[in-house]
């Protein structure tokens, strides 16, 4: 992601540190893009990644301000801004899908980390608690309350909905991979090399996800 330079060239060392830093922050934040998407379990949240792109699209937006409409690269940023906002956009919106279609799940799951190990966001979380009581209450006023008083309860697990944790994904891996053992009669090992692309259950490769070791595509 090129950066605007500024007119007087000044600091110009450290604009070319800030340009690797944003390239690099993109990066991951496509990557982080691609895993939400193509993942069927909602993974450990980006936010610093997020939060590092809304700073850099502040700051092109400054950047943008300086330059005549008659320069060409006031067109080829604002396509990039373009860009980034539909990568955050998307990612926002992907992992509030999970939550409203895995809502019990994903809570039950949260609880039993610490927090540093925290898959959702403080925000999340809030989000996911009050959707599920508003679920809870919508059953209870135009269903259960008009059943008999054995049948009012509302039984949460029977509601519950959890991800396909055996569905196959596309993935790339970024390093070598050892030992990964292809569930069936003869239980087959395989390596997976490094830029080596494949087609697998997620459920035996969805730590190598949440590490990196492998790219889903």
């Known amino acids: 992601m090129e950066d605007i330079e500024e007119e007087n060239g000044a600091g110009l060392g450290n604009e070319i540190e800030e340009v690797l ?4 922050a993109l990066e991951a934040i496509e ?37 005549e409409r008659d320069d060409l690269r006031l067109w080829i940023h604002k396509m990039e801004l373009e860009r980034i906002r539909f990568l955050i956009s998307s990612y926002l919106r992907m992992r509030l899908d999970k939550i409203e279609r895995y809502t019990i799940h ?6 039993a980390r610490q927090p540093e190990e925290a898959y959702l ?8 608690k009050e959707y599920l009581g508003s679920v809870e209450n919508l059953f209870k006023t135009v269903a259960l309350q008009h059943m008999p008083a054995s049948f009012q ?9 959890k991800p396909n944790m055996q ?3 596309f993935l790339r891996a ?3 991979i050892t030992g990964i053992i292809l569930p069936g009669v003869t239980d ?30």
């Open 21 to 24: 830093t944003a390239e690099n």
């Open 188 to 217: 087959e090992e395989i390596d997976l090399e490094a830029g080596s692309q494949h087609i697998i259950q997620y459920n035996l490769i969805a730590d190598l996800v949440k590490s990196g070791a492998v790219q889903l595509i």
């Open 31 to 67: 990557n982080a893009w691609l895993n939400e998407k193509f993942s069927p379990e909602i993974l450990p949240h980006k936010f610093d990644l997020v939060d590092c792109m809304l700073q850099q699209i502040s700051h092109m937006e400054e950047n943008v301000k300086r330059l």
């Open 121 to 128: 966001t403080p925000n999340e979380v809030r989000f996911a």
């Open 167 to 169: 569905t196959h994904v």
């Open 106 to 111: 994903i809570l039950s799951e949260e609880a």
């Open 174 to 176: 970024n390093e070598r």
């Open 153 to 161: 309860a509302f039984e949460i697990e029977k509601v519950s909905t």
